[in-house]
T-cell receptor, first 114, second 111 residues
């Protein structure tokens, strides 16, 4: 158990809809990261937050947004969903922002868009 | 960040050591080497990381060559539960902490 909690585990929704994925980091970790893993793309980094502030952006679509709250949990919002958004979405956390601390991943949310 | 090259797949006999190579010939002085694995569709699991010295923990050993252009992850006594995709990642310490994953090596441990 990595200590990172993601909810829900599974989500099925229709095209055009909007969903919110939630992540609680490990106790004491200030950074949260979101990744997307689809069959043909592998693990893609989306975005990083540190102590409530956005720190780095990867391949995140404009239809997607995220935030980190004062209690350090994070939410990833996906809107105007398309079939191609079906994927596993992982959250990870680490202690610092730009140190050598490793990332610890949750077990993901499996999103299916029909 | 430096790119890494890993073989797409490897087999290992149960109980034997699994040696997973990674080439990172363009690594620079402040880049760390990290290893993760992903079992089926679970979240990636952190294994070990190092800068230039060899490292060992309860899961594995990391051997980094003196010129730091390559490294080897060693699972000393592989079990069937070690079957997974193993990712080697190099990351600049002074940059943000995000990890960029490649295709990794699919290790199959056989009975």
């Amino acid at each position: 158990d990595s200590g990172v909690t993601q909810t829900p585990k599974h989500l099925i929704t229709a095209t055009g809809q909007r969903v919110t994925l939630r992540c609680s980091p490990r106790s004491g970790d200030l950074s949260v990261y979101w990744y997307q893993q689809s069959l043909d793309q592998g693990l893609q980094f989306l975005i990083q937050y540190y102590n409530g502030e956005e720190r780095a952006k990867g391949n995140i679509l404009e239809r997607f947004s995220a935030q980190q709250f004062p209690d350090l949990h994070s939410e990833l919002n996906l809107s105007s969903l398309e079939l191609g958004d079906s994927a596993l979405y992982f959250c990870a956390s680490s202690v610092g922002r730009a140190d050598n601390s490793p990332l610890h991943f949750g077990n993901g949310t499996r999103l299916t868009v029909t | 960040d430096a790119k890494t090259t890993q073989p797409p797949s490897m087999d290992c006999a149960e109980g034997r050591a699994a040696n997973l190579p990674c080439n990172h010939s363009t690594i620079s002085g402040n880049e760390y080497v990290y290893w993760y694995r992903q079992i089926h569709s679970q979240g990636p699991q952190y294994i070990i990381h190092g800068l230039k010295n060899n490292e060992t923990n309860e899961m594995a050993s990391l051997i980094i060559t003196e010129d730091r252009k390559s490294s080897t992850l060693i699972l000393p006594h592989a079990t069937l539960r070690d079957t997974a995709v193993y990712y080697c990642i190099v990351r600049v310490r002074d940059n943000n902490n995000d990890m960029r994953f490649g295709a990794g090596t699919r290790l199959t441990v056989k009975p």
